[in-house]
């Protein structure tokens, strides 16, 4: 199948599935706890899983499929396609009825995304890119912000799941905030990317996240003319966890060596 229409189809599997975020009902009686803090699994997460597993290897049959409820160790996304597949970016929002989650869908090709789709269904918004075409909101090309560090917004997110980079998460955020305009902090990973990919903000950082949080964010991110980054300035890898950055090509990373020595030995 051509990209472009199999990009076409990927964008219809994940809105279908945004419905079934926005009819869920009696969310709490479904809410799991994973392994750390501030970490759950609900019955839907499971259940949009599902579907797109099916739904996605009948597109491209034979695709690897690394999904966040599936062990990472046991998928190779090397060699190939691959789907890189979060059902519910922001499960602790959406287990509050909070209404910033989204749908989060990346096809790599030997290990690098080439498309990705990021639906939020209470918006109504569908960011999507494809390697080398550009990066659109429904419909709209979209483009990265023009402002700088001194005129920008910073998104963060806290890794509220790992006690021992919480306060080393603040100590970055505040780094960047004192130079910065001001600050959001979503509790998605996928949405912050795409407001940084469609110039709301200007910089977004987690110091921890797994590749199925910002494998299709990440590229929106890049075909809408931003950068990301671990917090180095590395290129990211979408095999194992890792920090994350993305910003607005005006915004240039700080050096944040010193606060990382102790919290990421
Ligand atoms: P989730 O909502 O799918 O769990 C919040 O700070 C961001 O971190 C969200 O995108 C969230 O994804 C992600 N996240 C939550 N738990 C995580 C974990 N254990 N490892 C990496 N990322 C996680
Ligand atoms: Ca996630």
Redo the contacts with the bound molecule.
């Keep these: 199948m051509q990209e472009e229409h199999l990009l076409e189809k990927i964008i219809d599997i994940a809105k279908d599935c945004g419905g079934i975020l926005l009819s869920a009902s009696d969310i709490e009686r479904k809410i799991h706890q994973?392994a750390?803090r501030g970490?759950?699994v609900t019955d839907y997460d499971s259940r949009v899983q599902a579907i797109l597993k099916s739904r996605l290897l009948e597109l491209v049959p034979g695709a690897a499929f690394l999904g966040?409820e599936d062990r990472m160790d046991c998928t190779d996304i090397s060699k190939g396609y691959a789907f890189i597949v979060?059902p519910?970016?922001?499960?602790?929002?959406f287990t509050r009825n909070y209404h910033a989650?989204c749908i989060s869908i990346a096809l790599a090709l030997d290990g690098c995304p080439i498309l990705g789709v990021v639906h939020n269904p209470y918006l109504e918004e569908t960011f999507y890119a494809r390697k080398g075409k550009g990066a659109y909101l429904n419909g709209e090309q979209i483009h990265a912000s023009d402002r700088t560090l001194a005129e920008g917004l910073i998104l963060f997110?806290?890794?509220?799941?790992?006690e021992k980079l919480i306060r080393r998460s603040f100590e970055v955020a505040y780094r960047y905030v004192s130079r910065a305009e001001d600050l959001r902090r979503s509790?998605?990973?996928?949405i912050d990317l795409c407001m940084v990919a469609s110039g709301r903000a200007e910089f977004f950082f987690?110091l921890?996240?797994?590749p199925w949080?910002y494998a299709a964010g990440a590229l929106i991110v890049e075909e809408a003319g931003g950068f990301v980054s671990d917090l180095q300035g590395r290129p990211l890898t979408y095999d194992h966890?890792q920090t994350v950055t993305a910003r607005a090509p005006g915004v240039e990373l700080l050096d944040v060596s010193d606060l990382l020595e102790s919290s990421m030995s």
């Design positions: 994973k750390g970490n759950f966040e979060d519910i970016d922001g499960t602790a929002n989650s997110g806290t890794a509220p799941y790992d509790g998605s990973a996928a987690e921890a996240l797994s949080d966890r």
